[in-house]
């Protein structure tokens, strides 16, 4: 086994949407940790980029949790904090909160902000990942940066049929980030995103009616799973199948490392890892 030397977190601001100005004008921080140089070299490393979900801080376990996991991956590993406090948003908002993360071309926005520092590369490629209203900014950051190569998204889904419908700017059409680089997963008991018509209308990927993961023909291993209830250990794949008993950081052991399955932590970080150009999975997803 491989002993993990933790290197310390380091802090940055950028500049971040505004709901209160219409401008990119808010001053947010950015965490993020560098690769162990004795594993990965001295760098410069490509970089991830995380984005908490609705009323999470970008500092929470979930989020230092996939900093650490990325760092440990060989990427330069931030966590974005943004206005994520409005429990509706619409594609308006989910728009511009993404440009205010990733606008690669302003300098003062947070991908340009990382992307300025020493230790990164983002020539080598940037891969983002979020849950809930993150996991939307994740999925639009190729919009707004050309150097994102995967993105793998939690909670997330078009609410088509709902309110408010965002197929505008999730449905794959509206989205930058090829079919074959992007991997959605969300729990069937989600209330917001837990129909096969969300996953495929957000990946780009159809199946039969009644599929539980639909995967990309290319072989790249992006495309949906939809967890099913009987699956997590409290018998409920919610908008925080990842946890067990509510929205709580308490992680479900079936998704926490070192579990291998199709919808599990680790096998999708592996996955983004190589810039969502391969991936080892199982058809069964067990």
């Given at each position: ?23 990119f ?20 490393y490509p970089?991830f ?11 929470d ?9 990325m760092?440990h ?5 931030a966590?974005v ?13 989910y728009?511009?909160?993404a440009q ?25 490629g ?39 419908n ?15 680089r ?11 995103f ?13 199946c039969?009616?009644?599929s539980?993961?639909?995967?990309s ?23 925080c ?15 926490f ?26 058809q069964t997803?067990?």
């Amino acid at each position: 086994m491989i002993n993990r030397r933790v290197t310390p977190n380091q802090t940055a601001t950028y500049l971040s949407y505004n709901p209160s100005t219409s401008g990119f004008d808010l001053k947010q921080s950015i965490l993020y940790q560098l690769p162990d140089p004795a594993l990965f070299g001295r760098g410069p490393y490509p970089v991830f980029v995380w984005t908490p979900g609705t009323w999470e801080a970008y500092f929470d376990p979930l989020s230092l949790e996939f900093v650490s996991e990325m760092a440990h991956r060989g990427f330069l590993a931030a966590s974005v904090q943004y206005s994520n406090s409005g429990m509706t948003q619409n594609c308006t908002s989910y728009t511009q909160r993404a440009q205010g993360v990733y606008d690669a071309t302003r300098s003062s926005s947070a991908v340009g902000t990382l992307c300025a520092l020493s230790g990164a590369n983002c020539a080598k490629g940037i891969v983002t990942a979020g849950i809930s209203q993150g996991g939307m900014l994740a999925v639009l950051a190729r919009n707004y940066a050309p150097q994102v190569r995967a993105a793998y998204a939690l909670s997330v889904g078009d609410l088509s049929g709902g309110a408010p419908n965002l197929t505008a700017c999730m449905d794959k059409q509206h989205t930058a980030i090829p079919a074959d680089r992007l991997t959605v997963v969300t729990g069937q008991s989600d209330p917001f995103f837990g129909t096969q018509t969300n996953v495929q209308n957000v990946s780009g990927y159809a199946c039969p009616d009644g599929s539980t993961q639909c995967w990309s023909p290319t072989g790249s291993g992006a495309g949906w799973y939809l967890v099913q209830d009987y699956e997590v250990t409290d018998g409920n794949a919610d908008h925080c199948y990842i946890d067990v008993g509510g929205c709580n950081d308490k992680f479900d052991p079936h998704w926490f490392p070192p579990a291998v399955s199709n919808w599990s932590l680790s096998p999708n970080l592996d996955w983004l890892a190589t810039l969502g150009t391969k991936r080892v999975f199982s058809q069964t997803g067990q």
